[in-house]
Each structure stands twice: as C-alpha cells, then as structure tokens.
C-alpha cells in the first residue's frame, strides 16, 4: 500500500544534476508541483521543462546554497510559489576525492560544503516549518560511499558518512512532530554524461523511481537508517 503525494509541495536541490530532473519528474507525475534549486540556470530551465512535459509545475531558484541567508530564502520561495512545503529532497551535488596525504584542502572544503554544510542549512531553515505544520518528509539522496571506507573517496567519503549521522539527528529530533527522515544510498547510476563500461544498469530514472517509494510509503512501514540501491 502506497500513500498519496497529490496536493504536497516539494524543494529538491541539486537542481543542476540529471538526477534532480528525473527527480523532479518523478514527483510531478505524482501530482506534486517542485521548486528546484540549483547553481546552474541552464540546467534548471531544462529540468523545468522536462517537468512540463509531463504535465507539471516546476519553479526554477537558481543560486548557490552556502548561507543560512540563501537557505531560508529558497525556503521562503517554496512558501510564496506555492504557499505550503511538504517535501524536502536534498541530492548530493558532486563527487571529488584523493588519497588523504595528497587531498586538495581546496577540494576538502568544497566537498564537505557542498555534500554536509548545505543540507544542514537546508534542514535548518525548512524544519521550522515542518514542525509548525506537523508534518513533512526530508529525504537525502547521497551514495553507498557513505556505507564504508574506501581508498580515494576522501572527502566525499567522510561528508557522505557526516550526512547519515545528520539525518539520524533529524529523524531523532522531529520524529514527535510528524516528519518522516529517509537517507537513499545508490551507487554509481548511468547517465547522459556518465555511461562507462561495466556500470551496473542503474539509472536516474531508478533512483528517482525508489524516491517515490520511500516518501510514499505509510508511516509504520518507514525504514530507519540508509536504503542502499
């Protein structure tokens, strides 16, 4: 049994990946109207569209998300678009790492701003009004990377396994408020730009199929800690 998603209203950042179009047209099939935010206006315009195409609405916030200043202001976006928000998807926007004693500082920083500090400025600023409403679902989709160690991942490694801990946090904090809290570990999907040789046969399209499961699910059903795909 499945719950209905028809009538909520969605955030998905990481807006700029293929994996947030396919997100987003996910949710818009199930009735859900998204605000996607992302750092590159182009591929926000075509995920956008990609939204229409299939019946639709999508609001584009292109911009960075590095203050709680840019936070709160996509937060306060969602709640003018559409005047209520129900759904958080925060996706892992990029992968980069190295061997420790050889790691970038430059690329440490980057990686662990961009995969940790950002979903915890998001949660900051949307889970005020989640608990005001008494309900909601946060959902991060970020990678089997966070599952264990392995050589090369660096910083992405430590940030990935930094975002279980967090969500962890959050399911522990709100669950009495009515927000449900789901971590999806895929591994490496096949893309438009990324279709090497010997990947397994997972897509954005899967993942963004598993994503409709999660959040649909019915409250008793929910699984705690990450589902790995």
Known sequence: MSQSLSGQVALVTGGSTLLAEAVCVALAQQGVPVVANGPLADRLDSLVAAVAAVGGQAVPVPG????????????SAVLGAFGRLDLVVWIAP???????????????????????????????????????QGSGQILAIGSDSALGAYARDGAFNVALHGLNALMDLIRIENAEHGIRVHVLAPGLAQTQT????????????????????????????????????
Not at 65 to 73: D, F, G, R, S
Not at 209 to 224: E, K, Q, S
């Open 64 to 75: 960075p998300l590095e203050t709680p200043a840019q936070a709160e202001a996509l937060v």
């Open 94 to 132: 990029f992968w980069n790492g190295g061997l420790i004693h050889e790691h970038s500082v430059a690329v440490w920083d980057r990686v662990l701003a961009g995969n940790l500090r950002e979903p915890f400025l998001l949660a900051r600023a949307a889970l005020p009004v989640l608990r005001d």
């Open 194 to 229: 990324h279709d090497a040789e010997g990947l397994p046969n997972l897509t954005t399209a899967d993942v963004a199929a598993w994503a409709i499961w999660v959040l649909t699910r019915p409250a008793h059903l929910r699984p705690n800690g990450p589902i790995v795909i």
